[in-house]
């Protein structure tokens, strides 16, 4: 059963400190999306990758926040320095290609990590 | 205002009543509409989706697209305590670029046995 994992499911830390979530995409999947979820905003595109380059970063707060994809099965999100308006429930998610059209992916979600800096 | 609009709820029914669920959008360049089922806990998962205006069924849930209202629905048929979740519409054009989601904020759906 492949399914896009991801590590810490859960993090609470200080604001300051650096915090790193990682992404396990499906295998074969060449398109790595990462989102933020809060109830007030709802899920925002912070970043996306195809064939792990970085295809569009607009949603990312430049200063703070950083994404990379080591290598085809690792992504990568960081914080630093982490801040309290963080808090939220980040999403990885990893997309095939449909062969529909111009919709070429269906994005399968990770279960997501759980942030809270204090 | 945001680009997809989406009541909260929740939306509370009985079982076996048909759930109708909506979200309206503003940006008229959109033409790929889809509805994502999200547990709680979990990450958001693809139920159907649509392109440009119309009709799509599949079992038990109808997705309806008309562009001309810009406004989109989902609706589920004999709904299942098993639907309680939230229902998230998403949107994509080619101005925003296929792959880039627009989400609403979703709809917390209530399915009493």
Redesign the interface.
């Known amino acids: 059963d492949a399914r896009?994992t991801q590590t810490p499911r859960h993090k609470v830390t200080e604001m300051g400190q650096e915090v790193t979530m990682r992404c396990q995409p499906i295998l074969g999947h060449n398109?790595v999306?990462w989102y933020r979820q809060t109830?007030?905003?709802?899920?925002?595109?912070l970043a996306?990758f195809r064939n792990r380059a970085p295809?569009?970063d607009s949603g990312m707060p430049k200063d703070r926040f950083s994404a990379e994809m080591p290598d085809a099965t690792l992504a990568t999100l960081k914080i630093q320095p982490s801040e309290p308006r963080d808090s939220a429930v980040y999403?990885c998610?990893s997309?095939s290609p449909s062969g529909q059209?111009?919709?070429?992916?269906?994005?399968?979600?990770?279960?997501?990590t759980r942030l809270t800096v204090l | 205002q945001k680009e997809v609009e989406q009541d909260p709820g929740p939306l509370s029914v009985p079982e076996g009543a048909i759930v109708s669920l909506n979200c309206t959008y503003s940006n008229s360049a959109f033409q790929y509409f889809m509805w994502y089922r999200q547990y709680s806990r979990k990450g958001p998962e693809l139920l159907m989706y649509t392109y440009s205006s119309g009709n799509k069924e599949d079992g038990r849930f109808t997705a309806q697209v008309d562009k001309s209202s810009k406004y989109i629905s989902l609706f589920i048929r004999d709904s299942q305590p098993s639907d309680s979740a939230t229902y998230l519409c998403a949107m994509s054009g080619p101005n925003t670029g296929f792959q880039k989601l627009v989400f609403g904020t979703g709809t917390r759906l209530l399915v009493s046995p």
């Open positions: 896009v398109t999306f109830m007030m905003q709802g899920l925002e595109l996306y295809l569009d999403f998610a997309g059209g111009p919709l070429r992916d269906t994005q399968y979600f990770g279960p997501g």
